[in-house]
């Protein structure tokens, strides 16, 4: 199969667009991320993937916890922040009243359509990227609607 094949396949699938952050030893981090999904009711368990190229696959491998917050259609410039595609400080971003401190101490963004705090409890590297299996120890859920991407671009239901 060719690369190109796989990630045109690939932009057909829509998926709800996330920011994973991590807080710990190794220090504050977070990315956008698509590839996240349920695995388990019981325990409650999800996975995410994120490319072992990007820094913060190791700081959240070194701190052991994450929280994705699930973003909300209004939420296109923060998944473009997280992204790197607009500059910003991560510090001075999780300061600001947007942001509040889960349970694990991962940042929470405040205005998320659901954000779920996760302790690592396996990580598994598969070809390019590192997936990390979150047991699920605390839910926010809120009202609304979920930001998809879908054909390499933000879809609004």
């Not at 796989?6 to 952050?21: D, K, N, P, W």
């Not at 325990?43 to 190229?53: F, H, I, S, Y």
């Not at 959240?60 to 992204?83: D, M, P």
Request: overall charge negative; charged content about 15%.
């Amino acid at each position: 199969m060719k690369k190109a094949d796989f990630f045109e396949g690939m932009s057909r699938v829509a998926a709800t667009v996330s920011i994973l952050t991590t807080n710990g030893t190794a220090g504050y981090a977070g990315l956008t991320v698509s590839s996240m999904s349920s695995v388990s009711a019981e325990p409650p368990t999800l996975l995410v993937c994120v490319n072992m190229e990007s820094p913060s696959s190791k700081i959240i491998e070194k701190n052991g916890v994450f929280c994705i917050n699930v973003l909300r259609t209004h939420h296109v410039s923060i998944s473009e922040q997280f992204a790197g595609l607009i500059p910003f400080d991560e510090a001075l971003t999780f300061s600001s009243d947007e942001w509040s401190s889960s349970p694990s101490g991962s940042p929470r963004f405040n205005d998320a359509l659901v954000s779920f705090d996760c302790r690592i409890i396996e990580n598994r590297n598969i070809g390019s990227h590192m997936v990390f299996y979150g047991g699920i120890e605390d839910v926010s859920i809120s009202d609304g609607q979920p930001l998809i991407y879908l054909n390499r671009g933000y879809l609004q239901l």
